[in-house]
């Protein structure tokens, strides 16, 4: 007998969960600030340098399916992160090593939110925002 259910691919469904989790990931490091005490760099360090590893293989399996410009692109910052995530940076440069690390893997999560059609709620936020100034304009005459 067979089944008429769709088939769900985990492939898809693991990479949507594991976005998520990232984007939560970084979000909490971007909205409780990051601080620039050395304890709290490293620590936020390690965190972002252990999120990059699971990252970057979705990002290359992607590239490979976008056209030369968009794989060109998204290749380059596939190696600047993974570059940036295997350094270890003086100990006066941590913090801006950090920012810069959080600004790529936001970037490379971006990539592949697009590619898998998650969007993060600022975006949600700004349609449900737009689509709420669309519908009632005070000028309007009804």
């Not at 976005?19 to 620590?43: C, K, M, Q, T």
């Not at 976008?66 to 913090?95: C, F, K, Q, V």
Request: glycine content about 2%; hydrophobic content about 40%.
């Amino acid at each position: 007998m067979t089944s008429t259910t769709p088939a769900v691919r985990t492939t898809d469904t693991d990479v949507s969960a594991l976005l998520v989790e990232a984007r939560r990931e970084l979000d909490s490091i971007a909205n409780r600030g990051i601080v620039s005490a050395p304890r709290a760099v490293a620590d936020t360090l390690t965190t972002l340098k252990e999120l990059a590893p699971t990252l970057i293989p979705h990002a290359r399996t992607l590239a490979a399916a976008l056209g030369d410009r968009e794989r060109s692109e998204l290749h380059e910052l596939i190696e600047r992160t993974e570059a940036r995530s295997n350094s270890r940076p003086r100990a006066d440069l941590a913090y801006e090593h950090l920012l810069v690390l959080v600004s790529q893997l936001q970037e490379l999560l971006r990539w592949l939110e697009r590619a898998h059609g998650i969007s993060c709620r600022r975006t949600q936020a700004a349609v449900a925002r737009r689509r709420s100034s669309e519908e009632f304009h005070p000028n309007q005459l009804g």
